[in-house]
């Protein structure tokens, strides 16, 4: 699951990055109860394992992303403010 945005590869705000966040963790969990509910019931989960292993691939990302993204200003400010 990539979350995909117009234009060139900019940086959404943080805001939009902190709401999605919430919105892919809810969705996390509700998919791990699925697969707990299915293997409670002795079903096959294989594929819904394989679903939530990459929604938390996204989630990874998502934050390695926002990490990066509120250490840059910091860099920025320790050089002058310049862009190097």
């Known amino acids: 699951m990539e979350i995909c945005f117009s ?3 900019a940086m959404p705000d943080f805001d939009f990055i902190r709401t999605e966040l919430g919105r892919l963790r809810t969705q996390v969990g509700r ?3 699925e697969v707990l509910a299915l ?3 002795g079903t096959p989960s294989a594929s819904a394992e394989a679903l939530l292993q990459r929604m938390r691939d996204t989630l990874d990302g998502l934050c390695a ?3 990066a993204e509120q250490i840059r200003p910091l860099q ?3 050089s002058g403010g310049r862009p190097w």
């Open 76 to 78: 920025r400010e320790a």
């Open 65 to 67: 992303r926002l990490r």
């Open 7 to 9: 234009g060139d590869d």
């Open 31 to 33: 998919q791990r109860r």
């Open 39 to 41: 293997q409670r019931a």
